[in-house]
């Protein structure tokens, strides 16, 4: 099957805002938290038994492509969705190790997704205390299926795998020359390739995985923690060929800000042709992973622990299609690029939608409180549990913190329910609500006291840790 997209290049732009499409690019490839200082059993459901989490990761999935996933837009419409979830980092490896480790990247040092400051080798300084680590030592069985982070397992062995999961299908990154076909997985320390065939697609691969992993654990007193990261729908974005029929008319999407930028050349025929066409592919890979929802959820059902299992369905990062001119575009602080999916569905989760802004290092601390545990004073998240739980708690950050080291120095952004923020290639500030597609810089016509204080917030959060995150 061969690729729509031809070229894939980075370039600056609000914190480097990369992206020209044209050949593939495949790979999208510090102190770590002390481990939690008490022990607690995992707090028992309603039904008094000990509620299992399944957190399903998707590969650069922006919230404007979830509108057009009906059966996940079911998912969510059952459970609590969040309107205003960012990655800490909008780039794939630091994200995931945020994600890992409930910490920011300028605390977990994972900075970008390949070495000498990102990717595996850099977070295997944070390996001994992860969200895995917490729930495998209070007793949970844990299991890993698909992507790691970027660059694993370099430095450590192909049969490496990382403390705390006691299964482990782990995709080597550093030796892959695909995604979907033709790729290398470390299944449980024996390294197995995959070819091109349709039984090899890498979603169909790891909704089988992920359900043999369940149904293994049925019967079983320990609760489960399953972590299934897909690779959908990064470029290539190769899809499954039982849903080539679909989306056949599928555009990217046409905002305001589709092809205006005041920084990148405007996109050519061609290269808008090729980015409806890459739009087309995402929608039919992720189609896949709907009917992997669907089979995990399934699969809890039939072996009884559905009821008492939270469901997690999240995304490392978003992407620019075409808004701003950015081609496949992330680690930059755009809306659509910093703004990540959170549904959640499990025991005692009302459907609703929450309207507080929160972040992926929130989720660590979110599963540890939710299984009864503490969580280690280096965390710099907030757990989420109580919004889960339908009491949200009396006081909540008033805005959020995202940066971003794909150029050579930190750059970062403050949003908050009314502005963005941005000290990058330039300040820029905008009114989110009035602009909510970020067209308007308001820098020049906005007092310089109220700049300060939003880059001395900013400065303030870049340099936090722990306890000071939260605030």
């Known amino acids: 099957m061969p690729s729509p997209v031809r070229s894939l290049s980075l370039r600056p732009l609000a914190g480097v805002l990369c992206g ?12 770590s938290p002390s481990a939690p200082t008490a022990s607690a059993a995992p707090a028992p459901t309603a039904t008094g038994v000990r509620p299992s989490i399944v957190m399903i990761l998707t590969d650069d999935l922006d919230i404007p492509t979830t509108e057009r996933m009906p059966r996940l837009a079911e998912f969510a419409r059952r459970g609590l969705s969040f309107r205003h979830f960012y990655a800490a980092e909008p780039l794939c490896a630091p994200s995931r190790a945020s994600i890992l480790t409930g910490q920011y990247a300028h605390n977990h040092g994972v900075l970008y997704n390949e070495p000498p400051n990102g990717g595996f080798p850099t977070f295997r300084g944070s390996e001994a205390s992860t969200i895995a680590t917490w729930l495998h030592g209070a007793g949970y069985r844990t299991s890993l299926v698909g992507k790691y982070l970027n660059a694993y397992a370099l430095g450590a062995g192909e049969g490496y795998i990382p403390p705390g999961w006691d299964d482990w299908h782990g995709h080597l990154t550093a030796l892959e020359d695909g995604r979907y076909f033709n790729y290398w997985v ?42 299934v990261a897909v690779e959908a729908p990064h470029v290539p974005a190769n899809y499954a060929e039982r849903h080539a029929g679909e989306f056949r008319y599928e555009l990217a999407p046409r905002v305001p800000s589709f092809n205006v930028s005041d920084v990148m050349p405007s996109m050519t025929a ?32 039939e072996t009884g622990r559905l009821e008492h299992t939270y469901v997690l369905f999240t995304s490392d990062n978003g992407l620019l299609m ?48 939710l299984a009864g545990l503490p969580f280690p004073s280096g965390v710099d998240g907030r757990s989420l549990a109580p919004f889960l739980r339908g009491s949200p708690p009396s006081s909540w950050r008033s805005d959020v913190f995202v940066e971003n080291y794909a150029g050579p120095d930190q750059t970062y952004a403050l949003r908050n ?29 906005t007092s310089p006291s109220v700049l300060l204080a939003l880059e001395q917030r900013a400065a303030g959060l870049a340099r936090c840790r722990g306890a000071t995150c939260r605030e």
Request: glycine residues 10%; negative net charge.
């Open 20 to 31: 020209v499409l044209g050949a593939i690019l495949a790979a999208c490839g510090g102190d």
């Open 186 to 227: 470390n299944d449980n320390g024996v390294v197995i390739r995959h070819g091109s065939g349709e039984s090899d697609y890498s979603t169909d691969v790891l909704s089988r995985q992920a359900v043999e992993f369940i149904r293994a654990e049925a019967g079983k007193p320990e609760p489960i923690f399953l972590y």
């Open 270 to 301: 061609s290269e808008i042709d090729a980015l409806d066409e890459l739009q087309r592919w995402r929608l039919r890979s992720l189609s896949s992973v709907e009917d992997l929802l669907d089979a995990v959820t399934q699969a809890l059902a």
């Open 322 to 369: 075409g808004q701003h001119r950015g081609q496949a575009a992330k680690g930059n602080f755009y809306e659509e690029t910093i703004g990540v999916p959170l549904y959640v569905r499990g025991p005692g989760v009302s459907a609703g939608t929450v309207d507080q802004q929160a972040l992926n290092i929130d989720l660590a601390p979110t599963l540890a409180e």
């Open 417 to 445: 329910p009314g502005q963005l923020y941005a000290n990058s290639d330039e300040i820029r500030l905008f009114d989110m609500q009035a602009d909510p597609h970020q067209l308007r810089n308001l820098r020049r016509q």
